[in-house]
Every structure is written in structure tokens, then in C-alpha cells.
């Protein structure tokens, strides 16, 4: 077999790969959509119906705009709560992330540049995140009950950085490191404060790195379930937990409205993966591999 004829086999073998991945990967979203336009009778069909010959807005109109009691489907008062989740998501994801991304970087900065923590004491750090959320879902929530967080804002947003602190430390590192330190030394010799140096050089070079940074952790805060759902009662619901609500012993099983408003929860987080994708490798690779 001829070299071509083999880099030919060789291309054939990796797209035809890809594809099925890619069908694996693509058909549940690809079901999710066209749950959200079919009737009420065509959500339990059988055979499945892969598109509906008869495609509605109903669920969309029923999950985003409807705030009263649906007959046909006895869905319950506390499903129609989808703008004040959205309200909540946002408030919660955007506060807890700009935290977490600010004091990131600067720890970030310490450890890139004065070896704060070691290499060990980074890898320590990260395995923190790597904990299994329920480990201490049960204790912080007895924890949280005596200091009355529980389903608040304050509480579940102190969760968020504290458990996406790490994440804003190693990747932001992986950015400030590929900065020459000779930068820094000539802004010194100029006259430039440490301060001076570090908001006015540093962060616009890394400007990129953060937004990327930003956008990444908000994924995590804005799609987090496990923890919501425990330390979270009736006062505040986010996207996620209200997402949930669409199926239950007593709401039933409604698939077209929990694939509607799972459509208009997903929308955001498409927009901000394709915005930071090119940054990830990099991020990842803990600056291994250079722009």
C-alpha cells in the first residue's frame, strides 16, 4: 500500500470517527429542539416521531410567557417561575464569577511572580475542586441552616467562589506566566509602582485570558445543579432547579415545556463557548502550549 493510499485510509478512518462522535454528541441536542415544538400527543408517541409534521410554539409560549395554571396539563403554579430563575441565574453567576475571577488573578499574579504557592500547594489547590459536590453538600447545608444561608443569594454564591476559586487561579496563571518579566523590570526602572505595573501592564496584556477566564467559570455557575438544589428551598430558584420542576410526581412528565425552557437555558452558554474556545488548549495545557 502506497503512502498516499494509506494518508488517504488514514483521513477516511478520522473523519468517519468524528461523524459518529459527532452524532453521539449532536443528537440529543438535536432531540431536545424538536421536543420543544411538538404537540402534547407526540411527546410519548411510538414510534418517535424525530420531527413534528405539525410544529408549535406552545411550549415556548406556555414555559416563557404563560404565568397561570395550564388545564390541559395540571402544571403547577411553581413551574411558571421562568424570567424570576433567569433573574436569579444571572445575578448569582455573574456575582459569584467576578469574584472569584478577581481574587483568582490576583493570587494568580502571587504565584506566578513570587512563587506564593508551589507547585505541590497548585496541584492541592486544584484537586480541591475535584471533590465530589455531595461530600460536603449534606454538611454545609447543617452548617448553613444555623447561620440562616440557607436559599439565599449570599449563601449559594459564597459556594460558587470558593468551589471555582481554583479554576480562576490556574487559568489565569497559564496566561500572566507568558508575560516577560523583563516587561515589569523596564515599567520599575521608569518610575512605575507596583500597582501602577500590575493594572496597567499586566492585566491589560492578560485582558484576553480573563474574559476567557469569565466566561468559562460562568458556564460552571450558570449550569450547577447538585449544590442548588440542596441549599436551595422556595426563595430562590435558579435555571437549573427550575428546569427540574417539569418532572415530578406531581407535575408529571412535560417534556415539551422542560425542552423549551432547557433550549432557552442552553442559547447563552452556545454564544459563550464559541467565544472562548480558541482559549481553552492553552488554558488547559497550564501554558504549556504558547500562542
Same mark, same amino acid.
Given at each position: 500500500?502506497?503512502?498516499?493510499?494509506?494518508? $488517504?485510509?488514514?483521513?477516511?478512518?478520522?473523519?468517519?470517527?468524528? +461523524?459518529?462522535? &459527532?452524532?453521539? !454528541? *449532536?443528537?440529543?441536542?438535536?432531540?431536545?429542539?424538536?421536543?420543544?415544538? $411538538?404537540?402534547?400527543?407526540?411527546?410519548?408517541?411510538?414510534?418517535?416521531?424525530?420531527?413534528?409534521?405539525?410544529?408549535?410554539?406552545?411550549?415556548?409560549?406556555? !414555559?416563557?410567557?404563560?404565568?397561570?395554571? /395550564?388545564?390541559? /396539563?395540571?402544571?403547577?403554579?411553581?413551574?411558571?417561575?421562568?424570567?424570576?430563575?433567569?433573574?436569579?441565574?444571572?445575578?448569582?453567576? /455573574?456575582?459569584?464569577?467576578?469574584?472569584?475571577?478577581?481574587?483568582?488573578?490576583?493570587?494568580?499574579? +502571587?504565584?506566578?511572580?513570587?512563587?506564593?504557592?508551589?507547585?505541590?500547594?497548585?496541584?492541592?489547590?486544584?484537586?480541591?475542586?475535584?471533590?465530589?459536590?455531595?461530600? !460536603?453538600?449534606?454538611?454545609?447545608?447543617?452548617?448553613?441552616?444555623?447561620?440562616?444561608?440557607?436559599?439565599?443569594?449570599? *449563601?449559594?454564591?459564597?459556594?460558587?467562589?470558593?468551589?471555582?476559586?481554583?479554576?480562576?487561579?490556574?487559568?489565569?496563571?497559564?496566561?500572566?506566566?507568558?508575560?516577560?518579566?523583563?516587561?515589569?523590570?523596564?515599567?520599575?526602572?521608569?518610575?512605575?509602582?507596583?500597582?501602577?505595573?500590575?493594572?496597567?501592564?499586566?492585566?491589560?496584556?492578560?485582558?484576553?485570558?480573563?474574559?476567557?477566564?469569565?466566561?468559562?467559570?460562568?458556564? &460552571? /455557575?450558570?449550569?450547577?445543579?447538585?449544590?442548588?438544589?440542596?441549599? &436551595?428551598?422556595?426563595?430562590? !430558584?435558579?435555571?437549573?432547579?427550575?428546569?427540574?420542576?417539569?418532572? +415530578?410526581?406531581?407535575?408529571?412528565?412535560?417534556?415539551?415545556?422542560?425542552?423549551? &425552557?432547557?433550549?432557552?437555558?442552553?442559547?447563552?452558554?452556545?454564544?459563550?463557548?464559541?467565544?472562548?474556545?480558541?482559549?481553552?488548549?492553552?488554558?488547559?495545557?497550564?501554558?504549556?502550549?504558547?500562542?
Amino acid at each position: 500500500m502506497s503512502r498516499k493510499t494509506k494518508k $488517504k485510509l488514514y483521513s477516511a478512518c478520522r473523519f468517519g470517527a468524528l +461523524g459518529i462522535w &459527532l452524532l453521539i !454528541v *449532536g443528537f440529543p441536542i438535536y432531540w431536545i429542539v424538536a421536543t420543544s415544538f $411538538k404537540p402534547d400527543h407526540e411527546w410519548f408517541a411510538w414510534p418517535p416521531v424525530y420531527w413534528s409534521s405539525t410544529p408549535t410554539l406552545d411550549n415556548y409560549k406556555t !414555559v416563557w410567557t404563560s404565568y397561570t395554571k /395550564t388545564l390541559a /396539563t395540571q402544571e403547577a403554579e411553581s413551574m411558571q417561575k421562568p424570567w424570576i430563575a433567569l433573574w436569579n441565574s444571572a445575578i448569582i453567576s /455573574t456575582f459569584s464569577t467576578t469574584i472569584s475571577v478577581f481574587f483568582g488573578t490576583l493570587l494568580a499574579y +502571587g504565584v506566578s511572580r513570587y512563587k506564593l504557592l508551589s507547585e505541590l500547594r497548585m496541584f492541592q489547590l486544584l484537586m480541591f475542586r475535584m471533590i465530589p459536590p455531595i461530600v !460536603v453538600a449534606v454538611p454545609l447545608s447543617i452548617y448553613y441552616s444555623y447561620i440562616h444561608l440557607i436559599d439565599t443569594v449570599a *449563601g449559594i454564591s459564597i459556594v460558587y467562589i470558593i468551589t471555582t476559586l481554583p479554576y480562576s487561579v490556574w487559568m489565569t496563571k497559564s496566561f500572566i506566566d507568558e508575560i516577560p518579566l523583563e516587561i515589569e523590570q523596564a515599567a520599575f526602572i521608569l518610575g512605575a509602582s507596583r500597582w501602577c505595573t500590575v493594572w496597567e501592564i499586566i492585566f491589560p496584556l492578560v485582558r484576553s485570558g480573563i474574559v476567557a477566564t469569565f466566561m468559562f467559570i460562568l458556564i &460552571l /455557575t450558570w449550569s450547577e445543579y447538585l449544590m442548588a438544589l440542596i441549599l &436551595l428551598k422556595t426563595d430562590v !430558584v435558579t435555571l437549573p432547579i427550575q428546569l427540574s420542576k417539569y418532572e +415530578g410526581a406531581t407535575e408529571g412528565r412535560v417534556y415539551g415545556r422542560q425542552a423549551a &425552557l432547557a433550549v432557552g437555558i442552553t442559547i447563552p452558554l452556545v454564544f459563550v463557548g464559541i467565544f472562548i474556545r480558541k482559549h481553552l488548549v492553552r488554558v488547559f495545557s497550564f501554558g504549556m502550549v504558547k500562542r
